[in-house]
Nanobody, 120 residues
Framework: AVQLVESGGDSVQAGGSLTLSCVASGSTTCMGWFRQASGKEREWVALIDSLGITRVRESVKGRFTISRDNAKNTLYLQMSSLEVEDSAKYYC?????????????????WGQGTQVTVSS
């Protein structure tokens, strides 16, 4: 099994920036970021496959950038122009085989999450 460890969550003011990181203990195919706000269902945020092809949720497009360093088995999420609505616990997810999907059920490996709180 691949273990995922996220870091980088923090409390920031609206308009601020944060970069989340996720270190994987082994190789993966698709990696992604999901988030779950209090009282809401988990939703996908951004995905990236092993070739670097990305998908970004419409509501964060232009503000969030996903990237990965395969040599370091590390996933990143650069977040800028943060909005109060971005407040959530952010989870790193990964697959050992297969392509990217926005469906969280296909991801075998999950981190424990890192909290992002954006205040007005």
């Amino acid at each position: 099994a691949v273990q995922l460890v996220e870091s980088g969550g923090d409390s920031v003011q609206a308009g601020g920036s944060l970069t989340l990181s996720c270190v994987a203990s082994g190789s993966t195919t698709c990696m992604g970021w999901f988030r779950q706000a209090s009282g809401k269902e988990r939703e996908w945020v951004a995905l990236i496959d092993s070739l670097g092809i990305t998908r970004v949720r419409e509501s964060v497009k232009g503000r969030f950038t996903i990237s990965r360093d395969n040599a370091k088995n590390t996933l990143y999420l650069q977040m800028s122009s943060l909005e109060v609505e971005d407040s959530a616990k952010y989870y790193c997810a990964a697959r050992g085989r297969g392509g990217c999907s926005s469906a969280d059920t296909v991801y075998s490996f999950w981190g424990q999450g890192t909290q992002v709180t954006v205040s007005s």
